[in-house]
Structures are given as structure tokens and as C-alpha cells.
């Protein structure tokens, strides 16, 4: 098949089922044509070829339709959806489209979704109930979903059958075909779904408006096979795909020359950076290595999986310099039964194993984590044992979750005695013990100098700057609004709950 002919035969052109007579013939072309996103399919990953694409441009064909319109993203959930609506905001400039930031202005509403948890998904179905007022006003207005819970076959369904406001649903892999389904969207006048159920590839030379003129987020790879039980991002996303180390750098080049201060090297698990690649043996840990020579203050990269941290990592960022070390580290449990339920591929030794070798590497390195609690069957002695683990590393700070079935998991089909109010107290409990562990570590920081990434006026007080140490410590202080985008050294007066207040460091002015 070539990719037209997959195009063709992934995608969905669906009658508008607010048209009476069209809602008939909608639904009988619906169940002959529509072949849902899978979920089995997705499973069933193989070995197939990840395509790259060096050649996007947006053709003759789509310039100006977008002219004297404006469009409108909600994003919702990581980092990667974040960056992803800066891409599609590319491509509604190159479009001639204008951005707006009011619902009630846009021309285009595109809502970029999260399906990590069923509040996100929630949130969603909301802003679409509210969206179809707007709809009944202006039914010129599109309305478009797309995001990681238009790759689920429940969610497009459901949309299909009751948010007839809806217009275009696209999936994750299908981004770049932004100018052909809002073409599609005008020419039509009818309901556009296109998700395709596939693996993935990589697309290069896509446009981006980024969000800031100081951080910027770099993708080196998508998608994940860890294929934890409980998590829906493996089917969503597709395949672990890694950008060619090539294209990266030429990014982070780029990005330096425009003199951004701190670059977030992107992935669902970047730990398994290269591990795709035919042609050579080419880790995270080298990639590393080779951007710590550019010239950028400050390099990051986010999410982790301890099971792909290899040593050669370790030892690339034991160099310092500007690779910081603050390192983001799900660990999920801190039992080896649940993690293993989890299908996490390593155990509570093995993982404070890790942490022994970064903290050896890395003396000051700060870590950081998440935790799902209230996994099906859970005990109190399993969940006891997240608490003595996080004592033991003594992480900065923790991004807690309670355990929420999502469809089509392994998880999701396992029978679960833990009640929810048990679930909802072991989560007080551990945010309890992050709160008094993150208050002792910020505490130290009074009375020291630390160095700030400075980003802007505070949001409650324009009188007061705001920035971010190495470590992400937001730290408020008075200064010149020439500070802006540089780092400066700051003192730190006083710890408050989440945050540091603290005064310029003289010398720092003379930046
Ligand atoms: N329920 C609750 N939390 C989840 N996460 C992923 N899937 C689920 C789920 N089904 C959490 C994990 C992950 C973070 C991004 O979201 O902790 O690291
Ligand atoms: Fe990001 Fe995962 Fe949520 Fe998708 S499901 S937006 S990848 S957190």
C-alpha cells in the first residue's frame, strides 16, 4: 500500500450527524467504512519500518486558508502535548491562520487532549459540552479534537455518537496533515476523523511557534513500548521512534544561536533513545555527550524509565557543565509484588540500585518522581513500602496519582479489592510525606546563593521576578526588569511552602 492509498484507507469522512437526513446515512457509512483506532492492533507491535519524513512543507494548494481567521488550542496533560500545539501552531501560521487567546474570538478551536487519567479525559467531554453553545451561535466556527484521546477507539466513538458539535478529530501520528483536515473541514461542511492506528513515524522540518523565547522543548523520540499495565500511552502514542541525533543537534544549535538559556530534551521514556536504530549503537548517554558541547546554560530531559538508565548515561552527566542534575525518575511503587503487577521491569532494589549509582555520579543531584497509589489489590504492607522508599531516597518532590482503569489495559482488567476511600486516604497519606520532606529540603536553601533562570514578573505581584533554579525551585525576588531571560544569583531569605523568596546578588546586575 502506499501512503496515499493509507491515508485513504485509515480515514473517515463521516456525515454531520446534525444534519437529520445526513445523520441516517452517516450512520450505515459509518459502519461499512470506519475502521476504529485499535487498541489489539496496537498491541501487536512488530518490527515494522519507522518512515522518515525530511520534506514537510505546506503546499500551494492550502496557502491562505487560513487568512483573516484566527485559531484557538487548549492543551491538556505533558510536556509532549504542549510541544505538539507548538507545532500545530506552525502550521496554522504557515496557513496564514492568527492566533487568538479567547474561545470567543477563534475561527478554529482545536482541543489537544490527555488520556492518562479519566479526569483529564473528563475535563474534556466538559469543555466540549460548553463548546457547543459557542457551536449553535456561530456554526461556522470548527471544532476540532485531537491529542492522545482521539488515538482511543471509545473516545471517537463516543464522539461520533454524542459531541455532533465536533468537526475534526485527528489522531497523534497525523499533525503534519493539519492543512488537509481543516481543508477537508470547509470543503465539506462534514464530520473529518482521521486517526490512524499505526506505529508512527518521524517527521522532520515540521514548523513551530514556540512558547517562550527562553526554554524550549526538543523531541528526540516518541512514543513507548514499556508497555506498563496500567498505562494507555503506549497505544496512543505508537512505537518507540527516535529522531536521527543529526536533526537534534541541528535543533539545538539553532536554538542556541537564537541564545535560548535552557533546552528540555523530550520523550514518553528517553532512557530507550537510539535503541531503534538499525544502523548503529547510539544511546541517550552519546547524544548527551554531544549537545553538552553546545552552548546552551542548561540541559534537561524528561521522562525517565529506570529500566532503560544505563551507565553510560550515568557517566555523561556526571560531567556536569550545563547537563543539570535534576533528575525526574518515576518509580510508580515502592513495592517489588506491585511493580511487578505493574509489568515495570525492575524492583525496589534494583531502583534504589539507580539511585545509589546517580547520587555516587552526581553528589548533589536532586531527584524528583511520580507515584501511583491504589493499584488493583494493593495491601497496606505494599503501599507502606512506597512510603519507606521515598523516605529512603528522600526525592525533592513527587507528582502523586490515584490509580485510574483505563480501557483496554492489562490493568483495567484485573479485579481490584482496594475500596476508593482507601485509595483517597493513602494518597493524603503520602502527599503528607512528600509536603514534609519537600518543606525540610527547601528549607536548607536559606542563606544560600543559588542561580536563577529568570523568566518574568511573578504572576501575583508584577513588582516581584520570578525564575527557576537548576533544580526547578521557583524563586521570587526584586530586581530590574533587565534581568529577564539571563541567569542571575540570587540569595535565598526564606523558604516558603512550594516556593523560595530571595534577594539579587549584587554582581549579579552586572551581567
Ligand atoms: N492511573 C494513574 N496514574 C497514571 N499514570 C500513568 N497511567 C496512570 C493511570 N492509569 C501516571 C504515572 C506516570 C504519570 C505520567 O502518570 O505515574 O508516570
Ligand atoms: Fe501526555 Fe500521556 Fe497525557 Fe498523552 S496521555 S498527553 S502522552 S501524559
Redesign the pocket.
Known amino acids: 500500500m502506499n501512503e496515499k492509498q493509507r491515508i485513504e484507507s485509515q480515514k473517515v469522512v463521516a456525515g454531520n450527524p446534525t444534519d437529520k437526513k445526513s445523520a441516517k446515512d452517516f450512520s450505515k457509512y459509518f459502519e461499512s467504512v470506519y475502521i476504529p483506532p485499535s487498541l489489539k492492533d496496537a498491541k501487536k507491535r512488530g518490527k515494522e519500518e519507522v518512515n522518515y519524513h525530511n520534506d514537510f512543507h505546506i503546499s500551494e494548494e492550502f496557502q491562505g486558508l487560513g487568512n483573516n481567521k484566527k485559531f484557538y488550542i487548549r492543551t491538556y496533560g505533558?510536556q509532549m502535548n504542549e510541544h505538539d500545539t507548538e507545532v500545530m501552531a506552525g502550521i496554522f501560521l504557515g496557513l496564514g491562520y492568527e492566533p487568538t487567546d479567547t474561545v470567543n474570538d477563534a475561527d478554529v478551536i482545536l482541543l489537544n487532549t490527555c488520556a492518562?487519567?479519566?479526569n483529564a479525559e473528563n475535563k474534556v467531554f466538559g469543555e466540549l459540552g460548553h463548546l457547543k453553545t459557542l457551536k449553535k451561535h456561530r456554526p461556522n466556527l470548527l471544532i476540532g479534537v485531537c491529542g492522545c484521546m482521539s488515538q482511543e477507539e471509545s473516545v471517537v466513538n463516543k464522539i461520533l455518537k454524542t459531541y455532533n458539535q465536533v468537526d475534526m478529530i485527528f489522531g497523534t501520528h497525523n499533525i503534519h496533515r493539519l492543512p488537509n483536515i481543516l481543508k477537508e473541514a470547509y470543503m465539506s461542511k462534514e464530520m473529518v476523523v482521521e486517526v490512524w492506528s499505526k506505529e508512527g513515524d518521524v517527521i522532520e522540518n515540521l514548523p513551530k511557534v514556540r512558547k517562550g523565547e527562553i526554554k524550549a522543548w526538543v523531541n528526540i523520540m516518541y512514543g513507548c513500548d514499556k508497555f506498563?499495565t496500567?498505562?494507555?500511552?503506549p497505544y496512543t502514542r505508537g512505537k518507540e521512534r527516535s529522531r536521527r541525533p543529526e536533526d537534534i543537534i541541528q535543533e539545538v544549535r539553532h536554538l542556541a544561536a537564537q541564545d535560548y538559556q535552557e533546552i528540555t530534551l523530550l520523550g514518553q521514556n528517553v532512557n530507550a533513545y537510539g535503541k531503534d536504530f538499525e544502523d548503529m549503537t547510539y544511546g541517550l548517554g552519546d547524544l548527551m555527550d554531544e549537545i553538552r558541547k553546545i552552548d546552551i546554560p542548561r540541559i534537561r530531559f524528561t521522562?525517565s524509565h529506570p529500566r532503560d538508565f544505563d551507565d553510560r548515561l550515568i557517566e555523561v552527566l556526571g560531567k556536569g557543565g550545563n547537563l543539570l542534575d535534576h533528575i525526574h525518575l518515576?518509580v510508580?511503587s515502592g513495592s517489588s509484588e506491585v511493580l511487578k503487577m505493574m509489568a515495570r521491569k525492575y524492583d525496589r532494589e534494583r531502583y534504589l540500585e539507580l539511585v545509589g549509582k546517580i547520587k555516587a555520579a552526581m553528589p548533589n543531584a536532586s531527584l524528583t518522581t511520580?507515584?501511583?497509589v491504589g493499584f488493583p489489590n494493593e495491601t497496606e504492607e505494599q503501599f507502606e513500602e512506597t512510603l519507606s522508599l521515598y523516605r529512603e531516597v528522600e526525592f525533592d518532590t513527587a507528582?502523586?496519582?490515584?490509580?485510574?482503569?483505563?480501557e483496554g489495559?492489562p490493568?483495567?482488567k484485573m479485579v481490584d479489592n482496594v475500596p476508593l476511600e482507601v485509595k483517597k486516604e493513602r494518597l493524603q497519606r503520602l502527599n503528607a510525606l512528600v509536603n514534609e520532606i519537600s518543606a525540610k529540603k527547601l528549607k536548607e536553601y536559606e542563606g544560600q546563593v543559588v542561580e536563577v533562570l529568570v523568566e518574568g514578573e511573578s504572576k501575583k505581584n508584577p513588582d516581584v521576578l520570578a525564575g527557576y533554579t537548576e533544580k526547578s525551585k521557583l524563586v521570587n525576588f526584586r530586581g530590574p526588569k533587565s534581568v529577564i531571560g539571563k541567569l542571575i544569583k540570587v540569595k535565598v531569605t526564606k523558604a516558603k511552602t512550594w516556593t523560595l523568596d530571595g534577594e539579587l546578588v549584587e554582581e549579579a546586575l552586572e551581567v
Do not use: K, N
Not at 496500567?230 to 500511552?233: D, M
Not at 507528582?399 to 483505563?406: N, Q, V
Open positions: 505533558c492518562i487519567r479519566e506498563c496500567y498505562c494507555i500511552v521522562t518515576p510508580q511520580d507515584i501511583i507528582y502523586t496519582f490515584i490509580y485510574s482503569p483505563r489495559t490493568a483495567a
